[in-house]
């Protein structure tokens, strides 16, 4: 697998699994800093990255204090699987601008495992959930797609297809994400309702969705942010790294 994940990602630097919920701790945070000739024989983990906080809110990584991109990390940007040194990580997210820490942790990576870091806020109070990611090859016509919610102001959603009558993905609340689920390769429309189905909230249309990929679905943004700006509630499609 690291032979095939190191080819990937050295063409795609930034383009369930178990979860944690994690709130601002005082602690501090590091990445792996060798080069790719070493990598083969040094034990990885991988991790991905998304800001789902605000569109004012740029984020510095640091990973046990080493800085690990020196450009900041905005609002609705994705950051694909890099790899880490496993162990104990102390990870800082902070504001590129005061260098002021907005959340701090602690995470123990493990050999050849795959992560996520989400990021999001409920007032002025950062969240972020971390969490083991699954990534199974997908059965023969099947993308696999899980949904995570990183709107605090929205009531339970469900997630809809079109001309599908049940939802594909239902009653799911703020800071939850789900496991990958199997879904029919194509064209189609992600809709994003209330629980009951009544109310159509955002959708994403005539997307494509290819046999073998993997796909996470972000919730992002405020229903209570002016529908134009870039706070608004909105859905966001993200490729996991495809297969092993």
Known sequence: MKAQMLNYLKSSRVSWSKAWILV???????CLDMDEGNLENTPT??????????ADNEIKIEVDNKVYDRKSFDFGQYIDYWYFYTGERNFSFKDPETQESVLDTT???????VYSFFMTEAGEEIKTIFTEDSLETPDEG?????????????PNVSIYQRNQ??????????????????????ETDLILRSDDGSEEL??????HLREGRIYTLVIRG??????????????????NYPNY
Not at 222 to 239: C, F, G, P, T, Y
């Open 142 to 154: 099947k993308a696999l797609i899980r949904l995570v919610n990183l709107s605090s102001d929205i």
């Open 202 to 207: 955002a959708r994403i249309n005539d997307i």
């Open 165 to 186: 009558e049940g939802p594909l993905i239902n009653d799911r609340e703020f800071m939850d994400i789900t496991d990958f689920v199997p879904v029919d390769m194509g």
């Open 107 to 113: 995470v123990t990576l493990e050999i050849e495992k």
């Open 222 to 239: 405020k229903v209570q942010a002016e529908s134009n700006s870039a706070d608004a509630l909105r859905l966001q499609l993200i490729r």
């Open 24 to 30: 601002t701790i005082p602690f501090t945070f590091s």
């Open 45 to 54: 983990a991988y991790v991905s990255f998304f800001n789902g906080t605000r």
